[in-house]
């Protein structure tokens, strides 16, 4: 596609429910990343896949959070109980070879009541 | 672990005034880029820097990458309405390639 696409957009959920978010990445990038915002502050960083394995997940907080990439193209964030606090921002971003400029997209606010 | 910190947090400057914002890195970096968010939009990317003592521009965008590849700083000259956003700065470690981190970010408003 033309762009980083993230669905959905907008998600409402309550405590304790299972969410997931997904990311179609830009045709042909290899890399792609997880981060999540919070108002205010910048991206964090959550886990980056090269291909279909993941290069670096450091920075998943919990064993709550989960990220596939069975393909190496579509990638799917999975969220186990969730609790008020994983209210945020989920910035999906590609890059070409896993070095150089990060591609974003719109992101899906997550909100849990 | 890696840490970038990002100074001011907030720069409120009139148009036509200069604006600069300064990171800086627990660690020695492989590159540093920069990435400039619209209120209410996502990170796009300006820049990134590589080497050593590096200086780049953009029309009047200046970044530099210090010399111990350990700081950075984005310097706009004659600030416009346009430059509006969060500016932030996020770092690659050299033996964590593909991780990068980023700073808190600082908000530039211009008041015209």
């Known amino acids: 596609g033309a762009g980083v696409s993230q669905t959905p957009s907008n998600k409402v959920t309550e405590k304790g429910k299972y969410v997931e978010l997904r990311c179609d990445p830009i045709s042909g990038h290899t890399a792609l990343y997880w981060y999540r915002q919070s108002l205010g502050q910048g991206p964090e960083f959550l886990i980056y896949f090269q291909g279909t394995g993941a290069a670096d997940d450091s920075g998943l907080p919990n064993d709550r959070f989960f990220a596939v990439r069975p393909e190496g193209s579509v990638s799917t964030l999975k969220i186990q109980r969730t609790e008020r606090g994983d209210s945020a921002v989920y910035l999906c971003?590609?890059?070409?070879?896993?070095?150089?400029?990060?591609?974003f997209g719109e992101g899906s606010r997550l909100t849990v009541l | 672990g890696q840490q970038v910190m990002q100074i001011p947090q907030y720069q409120h400057v009139q148009e036509g005034e200069d604006f600069t914002t300064y990171c800086n890195s627990s660690?020695?970096?492989?590159?540093i880029q920069w990435y400039k968010q619209r209120p209410g939009g996502h990170p796009v990317f300006l820049i990134q820097?590589?080497?050593?003592?590096e200086v780049k521009k953009q029309k009047r965008l200046t970044f530099q990458f210090g010399e111990a590849k350990k700081n950075s700083s984005l310097h706009i000259t004659a600030t416009q309405t346009t430059d509006v956003g969060t500016y932030f700065c996020?770092?690659?470690?050299?033996?964590?390639?593909?991780?990068?981190?980023f700073g808190q970010g600082t908000e530039l408003s211009v008041k015209p």
């Open positions: 660690t020695t970096l492989s590159n």
């Open positions: 820097l590589v080497k050593s003592g």
């Open positions: 996020a770092g690659e470690n050299y033996n964590q390639g593909g991780k990068l981190i």
């Open positions: 971003a590609s890059s070409r070879g896993g070095t150089g400029e990060l591609f």
